[in-house]
Structures are given as structure tokens and as C-alpha cells.
């Protein structure tokens, strides 16, 4: 079992960006990492994901603004944002999943303002 935290939330103006990270506690080489946004009131949705073998995709409204990458040696996932936008708040969770199990962070809180 892995145990994942996230950091690197804020408050950041539109435009702005942000570095999101997602530590994990033991080693995530074989997992399928992803990042998962949940507005206010509305239901947990992928942001972004990344394959074990670095395989990537993203939802339609973040794509060439977000980035996710991964560090396996540091045991550790990122998600770049860029050109933030006010839709873009929300709580971000980090989940992990490999053989079927699927573990996840606490989230990290983002809130672009105006």
C-alpha cells in the first residue's frame, strides 16, 4: 500500500501557474498516476494521467496548458499548470493505481482568482 501527499497548492491570479506534486511513500514504478480536480459542488473528474511507461492524457480543458510528469527515482508525480483559469479551481487529488487497486492523496487546495 502506498501512501500519497500532495503539495504545491495555492492562491494564484488567472493567467498565473502553478507546480503540483504528489509524494508518494514507497515506489510507484508500476502504478498509473493521475490527477483529479473536484469544483465546488461538482463531482471528482481526471485531470491528467500518466502511464507507467510515460504515457499520457489529459481532459479536453486543460490540454496544452496542463503537464503531468513523473519522477520514479523520487517517487514523486507533478502537474504543471499553466494559464490558469478561474474554472480551474478546485480541490486537486493524486491517486495511484496498479493491479486494480487505486490509492489516493487528501488534494491539494488551488483557487485562481480574478
Known amino acids: 500500500q502506498v501512501q500519497l501527499v500532495e503539495s504545491g497548492g495555492g492562491l494564484v491570479q488567472a493567467g498565473g501557474s502553478l507546480r503540483l506534486s504528489c509524494a508518494a511513500s514507497?515506489?510507484?514504478?508500476?502504478?498509473?498516476m493521475g490527477w483529479y480536480r473536484q469544483a465546488p459542488g461538482k463531482l471528482r473528474d481526471l485531470v491528467a494521467a500518466?502511464?507507467?511507461?510515460?504515457?499520457?492524457n489529459y481532459a479536453d480543458s486543460v490540454k496544452g496548458r496542463f503537464t503531468i510528469s513523473r519522477d520514479n527515482a523520487k517517487n514523486t508525480v507533478y502537474l504543471q499548470m499553466n494559464s490558469l483559469k478561474l474554472e480551474d479551481t478546485g480541490v486537486y487529488y493524486c491517486?495511484?493505481?496498479?493491479?486494480?487497486?487505486?490509492?489516493w492523496g487528501k488534494g491539494t487546495l488551488v483557487t485562481v482568482s480574478s
Open positions: 491517486k495511484g493505481s496498479t493491479w486494480g487497486l487505486d490509492y
Open positions: 514507497g515506489s510507484i514504478f508500476s502504478y498509473t
Open positions: 500518466i502511464t507507467s511507461g510515460g504515457s499520457t
